[in-house]
């Protein structure tokens, strides 16, 4: 039996204990004993420092997304801090085949654990049960919705809830002025960047406003053409929602190119990087919806760690580290840490 196996045994052996103090007029199997007793001893003579080897598999990285650079900031932290072997994987553009064919390729390494991003629950149902199936606890970060909604059971869920933070940043812009408004999806397919457009549409229209969905990619300089000729077809958009750096950036060479300036529209973005800190600064983008990239990867690897070497179970199927809203107010506090630990 593993030892993630005999963690839930000794979860299991807890319950069994106060059932206990219940009256019952069955007695339990002399077998069934035999085995709880020899769970009980295997738990506790666990080696809360032996070496542990974890995988975490991600639908970006930070070579061609840099928002990707906190987050495995935060994992390879993690990874020193807390004494394990981390092994990243990704593909190298968005590709949700390929990241689950990565999940795949975790499982059959059989590490001590498993973190990863669930960008799609349905693609990734099968590999992430496949590594349950084995016996390795699985903890997702960044990307997803919980063990409840997305219907697949790993521990818990560390990250934002990508709807609400569309839905509350909408509001802002909504209230900030404007007619007409996109949202430029850079990853469209990624339930989590999708949700994020939901939220903000459903916003504008509770608010009276037509709001639509732009997909663009995360080449930059396309992207900023795509946005560029959506413009010239609907130049009356005057709301913007960008959901990261790989779309706030081309966003920015847009507004440069077309010759507007902060009074002509309202803009907001997901996440923070140097370029989005100096432009909230500016007054052109009216603030960064911060996740905490950082705490998502050192958490997770801490999360795992703790679960294994000492039985420390997540308490919630969501672990929220966002939405948070980072405006020209409250700037200073993080915009010297962005990109490394923000």
């Known amino acids: 039996m593993d030892k993630w196996k005999l963690l839930l045994a000794g979860l299991a052996i807890s319950g069994l204990t106060l059932a206990a103090c219940q009256p019952s007029t069955e007695e339990p199997a002399a077998e069934e004993i035999a085995e709880e007793e020899a769970a009980e001893e295997e738990v506790v003579a666990a080696d809360p420092n032996r070496p542990l080897t974890f995988f975490a598999v991600q639908h970006a990285e930070c070579s061609w997304d840099s928002f990707w650079c906190t987050v495995q900031a935060g994992i390879n932290q993690g990874a020193i801090d807390n004494g394990v072997e981390v092994t990243i994987l990704a593909p190298d553009e968005f590709d949700l085949d390929k990241t689950a064919s990565l999940i795949e390729q975790a499982v059959a390494a059989q590490?001590?654990?498993?973190?990863?991003?669930?960008?799609?629950?349905?693609?990734?149902?099968?590999p992430i049960n496949a590594a349950l199936a084995a016996g390795i606890p699985v903890i997702a970060y960044n990307a997803g919705s919980g063990p409840l909604e997305d219907g697949i059971d790993y521990l818990t869920y560390l990250g934002q809830d990508e709807y609400q933070g569309g839905f509350l940043g909408g509001l802002r812009l909504a209230a900030g002025g404007g007619t007409q408004g996109v949202c430029i999806n850079q990853q469209v397919g990624h339930a989590g960047l999708d949700k994020r457009c939901n939220g903000f549409v459903d916003a504008l229209d509770e608010s009276g406003i037509a709001a639509e969905v732009l997909a663009i990619g995360d080449d930059p300089a396309e992207a900023a053409t795509i946005i560029g000729d959506y413009f010239a077809a609907n130049p009356g958009t005057d709301i913007f929602m960008t959901l990261g750096p790989n779309g706030a950036s081309p966003f920015y060479v847009f507004i440069e190119n077309e010759g507007l300036t902060k009074g002509d529209f309202v803009h907001g973005t997901f996440d923070l990087s140097p370029e989005i800190n100096a432009n909230i600064e500016s007054g052109v983008t009216m603030f960064g919806i911060d996740q905490q990239p950082?705490?998502?990867?050192?958490?997770?690897?801490?999360?795992?760690?703790?679960?294994?070497?000492?039985?420390?179970?997540?308490?919630?199927?969501?672990?929220?580290?966002?939405?948070?809203?980072?405006?020209?107010?409250?700037?200073?506090?993080?915009?010297?840490?962005?990109?490394?630990?923000?």
Do not use: C, H, W
């Not at 001590?112 to 693609?123: A, E, K, N, R």
């Open 294 to 342: 950082f705490l998502q990867g050192y958490g997770a690897i801490q999360a795992l760690n703790l679960l294994i070497r000492y039985g420390v179970v997540p308490a919630l199927p969501v672990t929220p580290t966002g939405p948070g809203f980072v405006t020209a107010d409250n700037l200073d506090v993080v915009k010297a840490l962005a990109g490394e630990y923000r």
């Open 111 to 126: 590490p001590d654990g498993i973190m990863l991003t669930v960008t799609d629950p349905v693609l990734f149902s099968d």
